[in-house]
């Protein structure tokens, strides 16, 4: 393990190598502008400081926002703290900003001793002309990147962000049915999920395999179903409708990626379940799980399923429990 760590930070170098050296475009937008590096990067936190919620809505809040929390706006000293700018330096930013009448101060009114800062009608606009060229240089990037490559884009810059402790704020949770590729990511994703979690061996990879492979195979539509959750555009969790015969179908393979737990994706992946179950007019709607799955069974409590059997087994190199559960639909 040490040694994959010593490889992952000389990747995470490498890798910022690369993207000071590509990302340097936005150096020559500013050359281009009457704003240094630094003058820019305080002039979007003032920016977008001072209107919480339509830039949170765009998911361009400013980090100064997220570090203190604050409502009415930063202070220079707030600025020059989080920035890492130099007291004097800021000062003459602050300086130039205000000659220029771009930026104006006010009294706190919750503590008279301090003045915050805010841009002016002037310094809005600077900051979208500013703003409209950074966006024009990014899309220059992305240009000739094809279209089905945008989203693996986006999510793995989601992902990045997640892991180094900056989840994406305009990730919504949305839930879309499957499409090619998605019945393998979830059998590949819960072999791997269960494994590190519960110690359960490639025998449990076998069967969800045979899971996935056997709805392939079966499925018909409008009688069969499968959601998967994504959140920023990465899938984060999933869960199948299979019938069995007329009256009843099954619940099967449900799973929520441990990234995007509490969010109360499970819940919804059930919710569904049970929706379209009733939709489609099945009866009864069962399902099979085991007893250490504690988080799902209680989803399926909620839900109004019973537990009507339970058996011990040994599967997936543990000694487990099995247990059927039935909701009357």
Not at 90 to 116: M, V
Request: some cysteine; charged content about 30%.
């Amino acid at each position: 393990m040490l040694d994959e760590r010593k490889a992952l930070v000389a990747d995470i170098r490498r890798f910022n190598r690369f993207y000071t050296r590509t990302v340097g475009l936005l150096d020559e937008t500013l050359t281009q502008s009457a704003f240094t590096l630094t003058e820019a990067r305080v002039l979007f936190e003032l920016g977008h400081l001072n209107r919480p919620a339509a830039s949170e809505a765009a998911g361009e809040r400013g980090f100064l926002a997220k570090a203190f929390h604050l409502e009415m706006g930063p202070t220079a000293s707030d600025i020059a703290r989080q920035l890492r700018v130099d007291a004097a330096y800021l000062t003459r930013i602050l300086r130039k900003f205000a000659s220029g009448g771009l930026t104006e101060t006010r009294t706190d009114p919750a503590d008279k001793r301090r003045r915050i800062l805010s841009l002016t009608a002037r310094g809005e606009a600077a900051l979208s002309e500013l703003q409209a060229a950074a966006d024009r240089d990014t899309a220059r990037l992305i240009e000739n990147l094809p279209d089905h490559r945008l989203r693996e884009l986006g999510g793995a810059l989601c992902k990045v962000g997640e892991l180094l402790g900056d989840a994406c704020e305009s990730s919504e949770v949305t839930l879309r049915p499957h499409r090619v590729g998605d019945v393998g990511w979830v059998v590949e994703r819960q072999a791997r999920l269960y494994a590190e979690e519960y110690g359960w061996n490639i025998e449990f990879e076998a069967m969800l395999a045979e899971i996935g492979a056997d709805f392939i195979r079966n499925f018909v539509p409008g009688r069969d179903f499968c959601w998967i959750a994504e959140r920023g555009e990465e899938p984060v969790g999933a869960v199948f409708l299979v019938h069995q015969d007329d009256e009843v179908a099954k619940l099967r393979l449900l799973h929520v990626e441990a990234s995007a737990r509490g969010l109360g994706i499970g819940k919804r992946l059930v919710a569904e379940c049970v929706n379209q179950a009733r939709a489609c007019g099945y009866s009864r709607l069962v399902l099979w799980t085991n007893d250490v799955l504690v988080a799902a069974r209680a989803i399926y409590e909620r839900a109004g399923f019973r537990l009507v059997s339970q058996q011990p087994h040994r599967s997936f190199g543990k000694d487990l429990t099995g247990q059927t559960w039935e909701l009357d639909l």
